[in-house]
């Protein structure tokens, strides 16, 4: 994932201990303090059963993952609020946090009760009504955080009468649901090394998935399953196997472009020099998987090798950098991958959350599959048995001298390394059979230095730097899945960044860095609504329904990676 030039290392004095197996009874007692409860939390507040989680597609009234269900298709089914009274929409309330700085959180919403992240790792719990603060912790940071992109969250997971939130310090912490209060805490891996977790994980069958961040630092990637109860280590995937990381040697990418590796000399490096960097390697895991409960499979997708942009100190395909890759829920064993770009020495991994959904095979007939949205501005369509590629879109962004290779003077190429599709999540309408995706275009150059391993220090090999004077803006796009062609796209002054939400009134929201947070129509893109939040609406919006009236809402903060104007607010719209 790009760091862009924001990258931070914080050393902050407070220190937690014998975390590795989990706090003990008085760390419990001090993180409860710091826990504010500002009145009783709501009656209605239900503890989420696994049936509410697996039937959470088709609920109108609540949204119990952060990206609408386990499909991860980001798509409410109700429709109260659609194309022909949009435009009505009014502000029900905007609530306030603390933390002036980035915000990514999609917010839960359980009977009425909304559960938000911030930077830094807040959390607050409020009347998604009308604002109303029930609690609010705070997370006692270790001693050392070090992270890429911000000091983001982008949300909580919900089972039962317990939150799940992974933290800048690589801490998996669980969280009671009606108070606010630590109920446990581990280490999911040492932030001294490079480990952080800014994603919103997912809970399913009493396992808590998560992955996690250090792509730049030199980390080895995974994914891991914790029990939901105790907070113990169930199974660990390591997206950086210890042998076989080398791959296939492919010459081109997944749309079949030559990506002018030098092969010969890759191979003699690692006859030279030996395979055993796998710990280093990166293949960081930064957004929620998605679960097929049908086949027991989870899909999640990885990010780039380290260092970034320095590919000889890594020869190889760099296994399973850049891929989609599906493992069994219950075991985390490997199941099937598919790499997009082989030994990426651009920075463009796979970072926006895959998806399940209906579409188009081969043979024309429908069946179920597995999308990505790429950095590379393409939409690729998977079987979920093989992962084997269907078909990918029409591209959404400019690409120019693709793949040109990194030198020390610079070499330019586009999509830079933000993307096309960066982490923001998509969205699928069923009925449109359209797949929107938010994109950047933001022309740079790529620049290689030679980089030994730093020890958990930034580990780019380079940088890739922005182009002065060249336009940068955002690209809205409507992808037809069954065909890959793309229906609409609409351009916004900015690059977008954030994640979208489609709805069954036929709407797609989005925002945008300058503050605008915007609905278009899903069938054509016309827009239909704006609001200007004053801050950069960069998180993905929700929808719910309270008491028979339905509400939108979106969090206002800004972008650290993009320098967007940085806010503390949650929006919530509704009609009069």
């Given at each position: 994932?790009?760091l862009?030039?924001?990258v931070?290392?914080?050393?902050?004095?407070?220190?937690?201990?014998?975390?590795?197996?989990g706090?003990?009874?008085?760390?419990?007692q001090?993180?409860?303090?710091?826990?504010?409860?500002?009145s009783?939390?709501?009656?209605?507040?239900?503890?989420?059963s696994?049936?509410?989680?697996?039937?959470?597609?088709?609920d109108?009234?609540?949204?119990?993952?952060?990206n609408?269900?386990?499909?991860q298709?980001r798509?409410?089914p109700?429709?109260q609020?659609?194309?022909?009274?949009?435009?009505?929409?009014?502000?029900?309330?905007?609530?306030?946090?603390?933390?002036?700085?980035?915000m990514?959180?999609?917010?839960?919403?359980?009977n009425?009760?909304?559960?938000?992240t911030?930077?830094?790792n807040h959390?607050?719990?409020?009347?998604?009504?009308t604002?109303?603060?029930?609690?609010y912790?705070?997370?006692?940071?270790?001693?050392?955080?070090?992270?890429?992109?911000?000091?983001?969250n982008?949300?909580?997971?919900?089972?039962?009468?317990?939150?799940?939130?992974g933290?800048?310090d690589?801490?998996?912490?669980?969280?009671?649901?009606?108070?606010?209060?630590?109920?446990?805490?581990?280490?999911?891996?040492?932030?001294?090394?490079?480990y952080?977790?800014t994603?919103?994980?997912?809970v399913?069958?009493?396992?808590?998935?998560?992955?996690?961040?250090?792509?730049?630092?030199?980390?080895?990637?995974?994914v891991?399953?914790?029990?939901?109860r105790?907070?113990?280590?169930?199974?660990?995937?390591?997206t950086i196997?210890?042998?076989?990381?080398?791959?296939?040697?492919?010459?081109?990418?997944?749309?079949g472009?030559?990506?002018?590796?030098?092969?010969?000399?890759?191979?003699?490096?690692?006859?030279?020099?030996?395979?055993?960097f796998y710990?280093?390697?990166?293949?960081?895991?930064?957004?929620?998987?998605?679960?097929?409960?049908?086949?027991?499979?989870?899909?999640?997708?990885?990010?780039?090798?380290?260092?970034?942009?320095?590919?000889?100190?890594?020869?190889?395909?760099?296994?399973?950098?850049?891929?989609?890759?599906?493992?069994d829920?219950?075991?985390?064993a490997?199941?099937a991958?598919f790499q997009?770009?082989?030994?990426?020495?651009?920075?463009?991994?796979a970072?926006?959350p895959?998806?399940i959904?209906?579409?188009?095979?081969?043979?024309?007939?429908?069946q179920?599959?597995?999308?990505?949205?790429?950095?590379?501005?393409?939409?690729y369509?998977?079987?979920?048995?093989t992962?084997e590629?269907?078909?990918?879109?029409d591209?959404?962004?400019?690409?120019?001298?693709?793949?040109?290779?990194?030198?020390r003077?610079?070499a330019?190429m586009?999509?830079?390394?933000n993307?096309?599709v960066?982490?923001?999540?998509?969205?699928?309408?069923?009925?449109?059979?359209?797949?929107?995706a938010?994109?950047?275009?933001q022309?740079?150059?790529?620049?290689?230095?030679?980089?030994?391993?730093?020890?958990?220090?930034?580990?780019?090999?380079?940088?890739?730097k922005?182009?002065?004077?060249?336009?940068?803006?955002?690209?809205?796009?409507?992808?037809n899945?069954?065909?890959?062609?793309?229906?609409?796209?609409?351009?916004?002054?900015?690059?977008?960044?954030?994640?979208?939400?489609?709805?069954?009134?036929n709407?797609v929201?989005?925002?945008?860095?300058?503050?605008?947070?915007?609905?278009?129509?899903?069938?054509?893109?016309?827009?239909?609504?704006?609001?200007?939040?004053?801050?950069g609406?960069?998180?993905p919006?929700?929808?719910?329904?309270?008491?028979?009236?339905?509400?939108i809402?979106?969090?206002?903060g800004?972008?650290?990676?993009?320098?967007?104007?940085?806010?503390?607010?949650?929006?919530?719209?509704?009609?009069?």
């Amino acid at each position: 994932m790009n760091l862009h030039s924001h990258v931070t290392r914080i050393a902050l004095s407070l220190a937690l201990v014998g975390l590795a197996s989990g706090a003990n009874a008085d760390e419990i007692q001090g993180q409860k303090e710091m826990s504010k409860q500002a009145s009783g939390i709501s009656k209605e507040l239900i503890p989420v059963s696994q049936a509410m989680l697996n039937a959470a597609a088709d609920d109108k009234n609540n949204w119990l993952h952060p990206n609408g269900s386990y499909a991860q298709t980001r798509y409410y089914p109700a429709s109260q609020i659609h194309t022909g009274n949009v435009s009505k929409l009014k502000t029900a309330f905007v609530f306030q946090t603390a933390v002036l700085e980035s915000m990514q959180t999609a917010p839960i919403v359980v009977n009425g009760v909304m559960f938000l992240t911030t930077s830094y790792n807040h959390v607050y719990a409020i009347d998604a009504v009308t604002g109303e603060q029930f609690w609010y912790y705070k997370h006692k940071m270790g001693p050392i955080t070090t992270y890429c992109c911000g000091p983001n969250n982008r949300g909580v997971a919900i089972s039962g009468d317990t939150l799940f939130m992974g933290t800048l310090d690589a801490k998996l912490i669980a969280l009671d649901t009606k108070t606010g209060a630590l109920v446990w805490e581990t280490e999911i891996a040492d932030p001294e090394l490079g480990y952080s977790e800014t994603m919103a994980p997912t809970v399913v069958d009493g396992k808590v998935l998560i992955g996690t961040n250090g792509g730049e630092y030199g980390i080895r990637g995974f994914v891991k399953a914790f029990d939901a109860r105790t907070g113990k280590l169930i199974w660990t995937f390591y997206t950086i196997p210890e042998k076989g990381h080398e791959g296939v040697w492919a010459e081109n990418d997944a749309t079949g472009r030559n990506m002018k590796r030098d092969i010969a000399n890759e191979k003699a490096l690692l006859e030279k020099n030996g395979g055993d960097f796998y710990k280093t390697l990166g293949g960081g895991v930064w957004m929620t998987p998605a679960v097929d409960l049908d086949t027991r499979t989870v899909y999640f997708v990885v990010g780039n090798p380290s260092p970034d942009l320095y590919g000889d100190i890594r020869p190889g395909d760099n296994l399973y950098t850049d891929s989609i890759v599906a493992v069994d829920l219950d075991s985390g064993a490997y199941k099937a991958h598919f790499q997009y770009i082989a030994h990426d020495v651009w920075d463009l991994d796979a970072v926006s959350p895959p998806i399940i959904t209906q579409a188009a095979g081969k043979d024309g007939k429908m069946q179920k599959v597995v999308i990505h949205g790429g950095k590379t501005g393409h939409v690729y369509v998977h079987d979920p048995k093989t992962l084997e590629l269907i078909r990918f879109s029409d591209a959404m962004v400019p690409q120019e001298n693709m793949w040109v290779l990194p030198t020390r003077d610079g070499a330019r190429m586009l999509p830079g390394a933000n993307g096309g599709v960066e982490w923001n999540p998509m969205a699928v309408n069923p009925k449109t059979r359209l797949a929107y995706a938010a994109n950047l275009h933001q022309p740079m150059t790529y620049h290689v230095e030679e980089a030994p391993y730093p020890g958990g220090k930034l580990w780019l090999g380079g940088a890739f730097k922005v182009i002065p004077g060249e336009a940068q803006y955002g690209i809205l796009s409507a992808v037809n899945i069954d065909t890959g062609k793309i229906g609409w796209s609409v351009k916004t002054d900015q690059p977008l960044m954030g994640g979208v939400l489609a709805t069954a009134g036929n709407l797609v929201l989005t925002g945008e860095g300058n503050g605008m947070f915007n609905a278009y129509h899903a069938k054509t893109g016309k827009k239909l609504w704006s609001f200007q939040t004053g801050a950069g609406v960069n998180a993905p919006p929700v929808s719910y329904t309270v008491d028979g009236k339905q509400y939108i809402a979106v969090a206002a903060g800004g972008n650290t990676q993009l320098d967007f104007k940085r806010g503390n607010s949650v929006f919530v719209f509704t009609l009069p």
